[in-house]
């Protein structure tokens, strides 16, 4: 790409947005791509991957043959890069950036949501343990195949960065220039640091919907609920005659529009306050430079309260992720004591970290096949695994 164009594409940024001619690079030197920044080529790549598509068939809250209508981790991260960017494009910071850190930040999570990963946490307490933001990382640094000359997908720091939003300081350790910010204390990018926000509006406000169509949850008890109840009182005033189902939907999209324009807003006041004059001064910063005001934080803490309370832990969600508990955890058992269970190339994959790391790599390589499992996949293999019949 000529230096002109590459200018061009971060010519209508602020200056403290990640440019993308001032990225710090990726771990194997490639020529600069044509026609696109660096930073759309890794959301191209997040979008062509395997581990992007099998999203479609990973849980959000409920388990993908309970509803066709219902969250997936897809829906969910095209939900979040959609959020992501707007913000994004209000306080003239990186939207390509911004897209591709939403869109890939839960490809290391497991079938089943939240039970899968602690249930395979807990299998792999003896080795390392199980973290899917890590999982993400190793998946588009390592697990990836798709490219003849390196492994993964090969991203810019500035992605790879923004994917990785919470590490130990033991792990932090192996991570070289990635990980020195949670050694250092810095902050990672404006860009990580709303996509990360985003992440919540989205999942907030989208599993308020889920939960209401799934009869979970009810407008009554969300009544109680300061964020909900302000916009549902609204629509309910300009609209009394509105149909419950669209009644939901204009709430749920107004819960999103408040969130969104609170973040905008208390952020850039936070940036004029501040007023980085680069990305390097934003990660040397004290603390985030993009947050909601104190009001929304505590009105998104009430809601997320309830979710845990109400959703989360329904006896209905919590039997499933129990079935979801025992099925990894029974896959795990049978694969590590016997890796000829696992198909042919996964066993190749097992031989390989075993005779780097020994049992660790073992544990390893089971855990990543497990992790790479959408729902339906990972029914099935427990199906044909233990079912005498099949």
């Known amino acids: 790409m000529s230096t002109q164009a590459t200018i061009e594409h971060g010519s209508a940024l602020a200056p403290y947005a990640a440019h993308p001619n001032a990225t710090r690079g990726r771990q194997h030197d490639e020529p600069a791509p044509a026609y696109r920044s660096e930073y759309q080529r890794d959301r191209d790549r997040i979008i062509h991957s395997a581990a992007f598509r099998r999203l479609e068939y990973k849980t959000q809250v409920f388990v993908n043959h309970e509803g066709d ?16 960017r707007s913000i994004a494009r209000a306080l003239r910071l990186n939207e390509d950036l911004t897209e591709g850190i939403a ?3 839960d490809l290391g999570h497991t079938p089943f949501g939240h039970a899968g990963q602690d249930a395979l946490n807990a299998c792999m307490k003896s080795w390392g343990g199980f973290e ?4 993400s990382l190793r998946v588009i640094d390592e697990l990836e195949e798709r490219y003849a000359e390196f492994p993964g997908l090969n991203l810019t720091f500035e992605t790879r960065e923004g994917i990785l939003k919470h590490c130990s300081l033991k792990n932090a350790g192996t991570l070289g220039e990635l990980g020195r910010r949670f050694i250092d204390k810095l902050q990672p990018s404006l860009e990580a640091q709303l996509t990360n926000l985003a992440d919540e509006i989205a999942y907030n ?5 889920d939960g209401l169509r799934s009869g979970l949850i009810d407008v009554e008890a969300l009544a109680d609920i300061a964020l909900f109840r302000e916009q549902y009182d609204t629509v309910r005033n300009s609209y009394p005659d509105l ?13 999103i529009g408040t969130q969104v324009v609170d973040l905008v807003e208390t952020s850039l006041a936070r940036l004029q306050q501040a007023n980085p004059k680069d990305s390097d001064a934003v990660r040397h910063h004290g603390e985030p430079l993009i947050s909601f005001s104190d ?19 329904h006896y209905r969600v ?10 990894i955890s029974a896959l795990f058992e049978a694969y590590i004591d016997d890796p000829r269970l696992m198909p042919t190339e996964a ?7 075993e005779a780097i790391s020994g049992r660790d790599g073992r544990a390893r390589a089971v855990a990543d096949y497990i992790a790479g499992m959408t729902d339906r996949y990972a029914i099935a293999e427990y199906e044909r695994t233990f079912n005498p019949a099949l």
């Open 318 to 327: 919590h039997r499933m992720s129990a079935k979801a508990a025992r099925t």
């Open 69 to 84: 209508l219902f969250r997936t981790r897809l829906t969910h991260s095209i939900e979040v890069a959609q959020v992501a």
């Open 347 to 353: 066993q190749q994959q097992v031989s390989q970290l």
């Open 103 to 105: 869109l890939a930040h």
């Open 205 to 209: 406000s989208h599993d308020v919907d």
């Open 243 to 255: 149909a419950p189902r669209r009644t939901i939907h204009e709430v749920v999209r107004r819960l």
């Open 295 to 313: 009001t929304m934080r505590e009105k998104n803490l009430e809601l997320k309260r309830f979710l845990r309370t109400h959703l989360y832990r």
């Open 132 to 135: 899917h933001n890590l999982q």
